[in-house]
């Protein structure tokens, strides 16, 4: 399988199931029909509140030998809540035990945004910290400890900035392997794509779909549609394939990891199937020149009137 490269010589295979969103009740046959497909990918994280699930699907993977656990790719992510250098182990620690798992490949900070310890997501004020209180410096000393114990092989961030990122190289021993971020045609994040380019770190993208399965409440009512793009139809007609396919599809031929979200068995095994696509030059350019731009995931839940974090703390200028 197609794969992206670390500065050791570990490999990540470049499309990986996403699981947030995915419900407890569903995710479990997810990543079994996942692994059975050929998956060796999966992404986690602590707050998608279902990491319990994904290990015992886990446990029966290796346990029938469907495959061994050096052959899976597993990622999970620290939450907000954790970012206190006290609290980076034993969060990395209690998602291990809820995936089974004696060791993660890579473990990222969720967002760059701090809550206090124990809450799920601030609302008030009193629920946020600063970086004052918390430098990112501090988070980052807890994920270089976590490596050096052989807890997760690679260690890295989502949803940062190039200036969050720069913060991180100026004062860290060691450098972050990944930045995980939204990214699509209508987020190609360009800027980002370069400096993570130039500085040796790897990216995955994440709702390369366009997560049309958020929840309501954090959808715009305008939003446009990746999956209903004319153009991504006009490319997906032209090879045959489905919409999903070419936009999983994008980022492959960018190098950049894709993890799109299913908990149906065939379209996990479709979006999988993208590795065989081959776009041309001209399909990466009609890719470019979409013509809408375009953010679904926000950030405006970690940025309202009571938090201490705006929306430049998280998001590149384009
Ligand atoms: P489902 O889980 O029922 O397959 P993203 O990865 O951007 O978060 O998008 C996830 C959403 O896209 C989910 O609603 C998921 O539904 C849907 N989805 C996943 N794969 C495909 C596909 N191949 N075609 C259409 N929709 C898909």
Redesign the pocket.
């Known amino acids: 399988m197609k794969s992206i490269t670390f500065s050791n010589g570990d490999k990540m295979p470049i499309i990986g199931l996403?699981t947030?969103?995915?419900k407890p009740g569903?995710v479990y046959q997810?990543v079994l029909w996942a692994i059975e497909a050929g998956y060796r990918h999966i992404d986690c994280a602590a707050i998608y509140d279902n990491e319990k699930e994904v290990g015992n699907a886990l446990e029966k993977a290796f346990k029938e030998g469907l495959v061994k656990r050096e052959e899976l790719f597993i990622t999970s992510k620290l939450w907000n809540s954790n970012h206190r250098l006290d609290d980076v182990m034993p969060a990395l620690k209690k998602t291990l035990k809820d995936l089974k798992l004696e060791y993660l490949d890579l473990y990222l900070i969720h967002w760059p945004v701090i809550f206090k310890r124990g809450v799920g997501f601030a609302q008030t004020r009193e629920e946020f910290y600063t970086y004052g209180d918390v430098p990112l410096e501090q988070t980052w000393e807890g994920m270089e400890e976590a490596k050096k114990m052989g807890l997760t092989k690679h260690i890295g961030v989502s949803n940062f900035n190039i200036a969050k990122l720069q913060e991180v190289i100026k004062t860290c021993r060691m450098l972050p392997e990944m930045n995980q971020v939204e990214l699509?045609p209508f987020l190609p994040q360009n800027k980002l794509v370069n400096f993570c380019k130039e500085n040796g770190i790897l990216m995955t993208a994440?709702?390369?779909?366009?997560?049309?399965?958020?929840a309501a409440s954090s959808k715009k009512s305008n939003e446009p549609s990746?999956?209903q793009n004319e153009i991504v139809k006009e490319l997906a007609a032209k090879h045959g394939v489905?919409?999903?396919?070419i936009l999983?599809s994008y980022s492959v031929h960018r190098d950049i990891a894709v993890?799109?979200?299913?908990?149906?068995q065939?379209?996990?095994a479709?979006?999988l199937a993208s590795l065989e696509i081959s776009l041309d030059e001209s399909d990466m350019e009609k890719l470019k020149n979409i013509g809408i731009a375009y953010r679904?995931i926000d950030g405006s839940f970690f940025t309202g009137p009571q938090s201490p974090f705006k929306l430049t703390d998280l998001w590149e200028k384009e």
């Open positions: 996403g947030w969103k995915s569903e997810a699509h994440y709702s390369p779909l366009g997560s049309g399965d958020r990746l999956l489905s919409s999903a396919q999983i993890i799109p979200k299913s908990v149906n065939d379209r996990i479709q979006n679904f």
